[in-house]
């Protein structure tokens, strides 16, 4: 089935690879929507993929989507962990969500050890730093 | 006398009877806007009625009401639980300011039980769908 | 329709209007039910208004009223933040039930923050002083 | 040899029965009663069976037992989660008391999973309805 | 000064002497009270000296006690630790308030720590037995 | 009916009768053993009586339970604090569990407080000794 | 490459598809084991899959895997919460480490948020059920 | 050396000087702009000074002035206490950054006691008012 | 009995009646020496009073009493809430020691709710002023 | 005005420059002095600089303080965080205090976070090295 | 006295001296088993020294020492921090225990600082690498 | 090599053999300090021996053993727990340091089981007595 699939990247992810490669990776996010777009095209999905510093928008964003689209992969960033707003939006969608984080949130400061996201998410993909992405879109496929 | 009211929402309330009318009821924004607007024009007042997915812009709103406004009846919904910046900016009002929650918080997840706008508000009603709306207006009559 | 209606006054609130206006108002207990019973006989309903600084005298008034009342009003006062057996008691019963409470608890020493009765409320006014009383027996009526 | 029993019930006991079978079962106290009474003719021993729902009264009821009974059975119900007061009062016993709940409340809610009575008690017994009293009598059988 | 005393003493000080005398002392609550009586004549004041072991009953005869005595000596015993109610009637008065514990409560169980009378007390005296409240009537006297 | 029954002993249940009696009695876990085949000799079950010292084992012999015994006693011992492993190979069992412990574990140190097995359990015997074996299969017999 | 993966499963994971399908979904561990090899094969990549239900042989299995495996996906159960002993074993390898769950724990009890698996892997994969293994694997691809 | 200064000021700080100049002061945002020109033209620095009510905007400034000025200086108001995202934005960056705060925030409530910007910052300057701007440009002085 | 009594004051004592009458009253040190001196030559006691800032000083002062004084009056201020070293010097004594704080420190800040001194001494009075060293020698008299 | 300014250093600050540069800089305390001199005496103040490893010596040199001296500047260094006593003993003065950190305590280890002094200090400033003396100076200066 | 000395050590201590020898040293297991073997023959002692990944068996090589050996040193690793049944066992000899540590367990995580055996401990060496356990054999040398 | 020791201790350690021997055993300091010069002796190793109550002496007495001592043994006693200025001198010293304490503190008093000492410690003995003070210096030596 065709599926239109929406990306939704938080805060300063639209500067990913220009510092702490060890953290985040080389990639910048360019070439990750590249890759997901690549991924996409291969099923015969439609990709929405965006980026945004701020919570109002993401949460727009996420309403927006309500009905019009099959599946949001989402890495809400500094959100993760402190928007319930974020979290509120995300419940009002019926479809799947999947949430990615690039570096291994478990290994870094404590504050970002809680997900105000997960309670809301299908599943959860952390520390495979780009591909990460493209592990969430397989996770999307039939069967 | 003839009051001027602000009535703030904050995030999601525009998707208000989409979703889990179990926790919110069936009435949309727009009917709440509506018995709202119905109860001032009966007291002869003004009503501003508005929504926002965005914390800055909520702050905005509050410091542009600071001698314009009589009263403010506020629905920070997500943003009760996060926002220590609404919180300072209500603390800069003089007017009676009225807390709402259409379910009642106190039965939900932890992270809903504590507030930052009930210690700058004069009273907090919860608990009472879209008529929660009117009882807060009911709040600022005189006597 | 005619509601029988119960409002439960918990300790102290006998000695209200003695001390601290600027905290509970200058209203008496004796003030509150006249204007109880004014709203109610507007309404068509009947009122039984009483207080005790007894928690088992307050656990047993509850269990009495089961069936026989259509709605209870209840500041619990101190008893609010300690009693579970007042939340077990309010538990047993099928009407609606409002918490209501004189002073904003919320600006008040951190364990007024906690309630045992919010739980198991159907809705919760907070900071209106004696009219915090009107305002929930407004709550019961239909609409 | 021909024992006195005290079996003390606390708040909302007197309830059994009437709602939320699931949790309580569908035994009235009364029931309990005459269970516990036919168990103590069958040993030849008395039975003095109470319930309150005043925290003092069995505060009251614990301290004359003082020298007057071989055992008792405590239901505290909401007490038991609250009350220094009874746990004060059993600690002045020299005889066996055995702590009962009909529910499990290791699988309800957080407040109900600390019991001030158990650190007095000889020994608990949690979670198999009005049964539990019997296994609580058999408890004090010789042997 | 005549001064008119209230001493009150909470549940369980009724069965003084009777158990754990390294905790407590040996003397009897007729002892105390006696030795408070001759205090009190010598100094010309007035005494009444009441115990009970129901939280309501205490709530209400400090109640009473507001405008009528000159001082409260309070034991609140197991209360001390549970009882906001008698924490806000205490605060109704006006009068200097003496909190007073027979045994160092600092060295027995952490729930007995903390006390809700002590904020609303003038001072309190801890550890000296019986000898405890005359220190206590003692600090009520002039100079 | 004639019941099955399997009663699972944690770690360090074998040396039972060598040490503190006065914390766990004098019996040994041969004569717990005897009591309880006594038991289900007059009441025509079967009975499986195991005990390990490894939590792996104890979660295997859950799972072959599973299907082929109609009840389950278990004193984990330790690894009533500790064991996820065992929580959730209870679980998976449909008949009635009871836990048993030998002493009052709320009158031991802190960590003996919460138990991993009372959230699945169906009810929960402490404090009796080797007695409370008893107690748990008496808890099994039908009325 | 040739990779040689080892799969490791932990205590009730044996018991797969038994119980609870809206939780662990149906498929059995024999399923999964089979949809690995295919995975593998198709890679051209060993795979060795195990389950135990023992800690200490989950721990000596890893110890047996250094410097013989290229890769370690594991799914420690129960173990997740309570292993240091895994931990520490995990830390001493230098190969890649996926972690998959198959339920999504961050909407299970609190005692299953904290993962003592997570500091040590490279990634983890939450909440897809059997297709988290797949995911695993496919994380493990060159690029 | 000429350096280009940012000075960011975040939510509410636009009312500067309306209300609790106790607290705060009476110097408005346009003064302490003023005081800052005057400052850096006496250095021959440039000057960027701005504020907003957004976190978002905030956000996206802080990643614009990466490589295009020598030094920060933010006082982030409210977001101080819950922006992760405000400290990953000055993560990012390479050039000195001062965190100003007007009151003394140790003297305030506690949710004011933590700050999410000091750990990114170099150093923090607290409590001096209007002034503190002043100190913090100073910080930025060779030598 | 002629008692030699040690009143020993920690730091900052020495600055009795400089500021904060509202707190500590409008005595100063030297005026507490002098009451505290009458009583005790109205006794036939001696009395050696001292006062230190510096921990180290208070431990050897105590440690000095052992077998040299009777009793042991002290109010060790600052230190009562940080000094395990004081605690364990006042171990070491056998002879009767009275905790004296001039105000009551349960009305402060919460760090001043917890003291090392109490655990160690026979009893504690709290919240008289100056008059409190006196209600302490009153408790070390005989009977 | 010609001030006469404190400068008060804490334990170990003696020690300044021999180890960790990269944490407390290069240079010695007298490099500190030296440079605190020369600021005072360009402004006409008088400077008194002191340091001590005893934390009653400390307190000693601030009560001598009142009235003698116009400002204080404090680097508590370790007592920052353990010590009431100075609290207490700066809550003494009416001047303006200082509070000075040389390295960025909110990076460093969670017991340094915390600082009895800012609760009493007009002002902080952390982070800076010794520049951060010379800042505090500046704060000191009229206007 | 010729004792017979246990030494039991935990899991993964078998895969000693292969990694993070900075934390370890470079020793491996054999290494301290010859030391330790060379140290009891020169005091005429007899050593049996163990090593196991299993909780179960480490309890049961401890139940089996019971009147077998003069002295225990251990070295549980990670079962030192979640083992209440090794405790437990532990807690069942009569003969000296020694407590033994490679590495500085203060130094490294939090979850890593509790230790079950230190309570049933008779001392505890925790730091010094190999040589640890010669520190433990001496410990038990008479004088 | 010749190995020059400091062997500090602290507050109440000169008190040492006069009471609790059931905890601290029956040596006297100076018994410690003969047993250690003649170890010390025996190795040709110079020792300096000190007490002190003082913390500020304590401190100053580590920084002049820099660069004039080869390594430290400390028994800060109750500065153990509270002296983050003990801590912060001992981590100026590049030598080895061995904390030793006599009591097994963990099976002691909660406020005893963190130690300030331990972080920077190289090793940390605990529980055996003045014997601990020998195997501190046997850890010190070569091999």
Chains 1, 2, 3, 4, 5, 6, 7, 8, 9, 10, 11, 12 share one sequence.
Not at 58 to 78: F, H, K, P, T, Y
Not at 130 to 136: D, M, P, S
Request: a negative charge.
């Amino acid at each position: 089935m065709a599926k239109r699939v929406l990306v939704l990247n938080g805060p300063n992810l639209n500067m990913l690879g220009m510092r702490e490669p060890e953290i985040y990776g080389r990639d910048t996010l360019a070439d990750i929507r590249s890759a997901c777009a690549a991924f996409c095209e291969a099923q015969g999905w439609s990709l929405d993929f965006r980026q945004s510093n701020a919570e109002g928008e993401l949460v727009s964003w996420i309403q927006e989507a309500r009905g019009r689209v099959d599946a949001v992969v989402i890495n809400a960033a500094a959100y993760t962990h402190t928007s319930v707003a974020i979290h509120d939006a995300l419940h009002l969608l019926d479809c799947p969500i999947v949430e990615v984080h690039l570096s291994n949130i478990h290994r870094r400061e404590p504050f970002r050890h809680h997900s105000y996201i997960s309670s809301v998410a299908t599943g959860v993909i952390v520390g495979f730093g780009a591909k990460g992405y493209l592990l969430a879109l397989a996770a999307l496929e039939a069967g």
